[in-house]
């Protein structure tokens, strides 16, 4: 065997080139900016490859060092230090000095692990060209990156591998001489369940494939039997259907039992959705919908604490995760309940689909363009500040001609306080006098 048959089947399989890179096609489109970086028309840049993880930020990097004749270093955030990254910027510094000079590209997994001093270490680098930096990140930059340097770098974001994507990257592992050779036979439905146990993740799909192709051809047969995959893989996982009525169903069971209040009931069925291979993602946004459709104003912590295990899934991931998704679920389960919110938006968006807009009040308009004042805006505007309690007497501040009455808060939990200061606002409100503005003053 050769060493290159030695290595992974994902390993193997890596894309070479951008037409092997599968699931991005926004971003290799003829003339994108990841065409011409790769093509060298807007010449070697620094970029940051935002995704999530084995959807191809490694594979990218190396197919943009590749075609640039540059040298290629790359260090993992999660072990390397400091001295590791002046060792570096020294050595694509001494490369440039070289005879013929040689520029360097700098590949940094997990970039957002890097402190704010590692990062700032690379700035010096990255601005005078020393290096092309290539960061990749599961993080959001804006959050994980620090400003300087994302203002040098190029931002790409790679999209979740769909489940046709995965289905097609298995479909090329078997066919090709660098991968099974055809020395195996994937049926499609087969092909489907790698899908979902994969949940995304190409590196995952490739490794349950090479050890479902190896239980086959031990025991004799070309063909992948679903049963050599749920060998390799929970028996669960094969048996949830993620496009079919089953998953409807789990996930509306979900949400019911979130919404009645049933913590045991919501977590049966969040293990069922976990087990299953449902995308985590997937189940966090569902909790984040729901803390403000049936808890709302009635618990108003429930929110922070869906986005607190939204943020853990994305950060942390699975298994971890569940832990934080539990929690979060028995938090909903729990809080007080009230639909007041949807309520109130809904009606306001119909509203606005039914064309009852109205202009906005001339008190209210902006006052501090040019011009402005001229045309009476912002005049006649009462500041509440200027009042006991930062409550002004009553003034229009919806649009003209529309009676708004949207929000109605229900006696449950928090929103009786949010009812209960509303009263106090409306009170507060008939008491209070409007002072007398001078003719022409702008108290905005």
Known sequence: MTVTNQQPLAARMRPKTLAELVGQDH????????????????????????????????????II??????????????????????????????????????????????IHRFSKA????????????????????????????????????????????????????????????????????????????????????????LTVLELAAGVSLAHGRRQILAADVENIAPAALLRYDRDGDQHYDIVSAFVKAMRGSDPDAALHWLARLI???EDPRFIARRILIHASEDVGMADPTAILVAHAASYAVATVGLPEARINLAQAVI???TARKSNSVVAAIDAAMADVDAGRTGSVPVHLRDPHYPGAKALGHGRGYIYPHDHPH??????????????????????????????????????????ASAPAPSPGEDIS
Not at 79 to 100: F, I, M, N, W, Y
Request: proline share 7%; net charge negative.
């Open 27 to 62: 971003l290799i489109y003829p003339g994108s900016p990841l065409h011409q970086l790769v093509s060298g028309t807007i010449g070697a840049p620094s970029v940051l490859l935002w995704a999530p993880p084995a959807t191809g930020k490694t594979s990218t990097a190396r």
């Open 65 to 110: 060092a590749e075609t640039t004749a540059k040298h290629f270093r790359e260090l993992s955030a999660t072990s390397a230090g400091v001295k590791d990254v002046r060792a570096a910027v020294t050595h694509a510094q001494a490369a440039l000095t070289a005879e013929p000079p040689v520029g360097t590209v700098l590949f940094i997994d997990e």
């Open 118 to 205: 590692q990062q700032d270490i690379l700035l010096p680098a990255v601005e005078s060209g020393t290096v092309s930096l290539i960061g990749a990140t599961t993080e959001n930059p804006s959050f994980s990156v620090n400003p300087a340097l994302r203002s040098r770098a190029i931002l790409l974001r790679l999209e979740p591998l769909s489940r046709e994507s995965i289905v097609a990257i298995l479909a090329n592992a078997v066919t090709s001489t660098l991968g099974l050779d055809a020395a195996v036979e994937l049926p499609r439905d087969v092909a489907l369940s790698i899908a979902d146990v994969a949940s995304g993740d190409a590196r995952q799909a």
């Open 275 to 277: 087990a299953s291979g």
């Open 331 to 333: 938090h909903i389960c």
């Open 390 to 431: 930062g409550v002004g007497p009553v003034q229009q501040y919806g649009p003209d001609g529309i009676e708004l009455n949207y929000y109605t808060p229900t006696d449950h939990g928090s929103e009786a306080v949010a009812a209960h200061a509303m009263s106090v606002v409306k009170t507060l409100r008939a008491g």
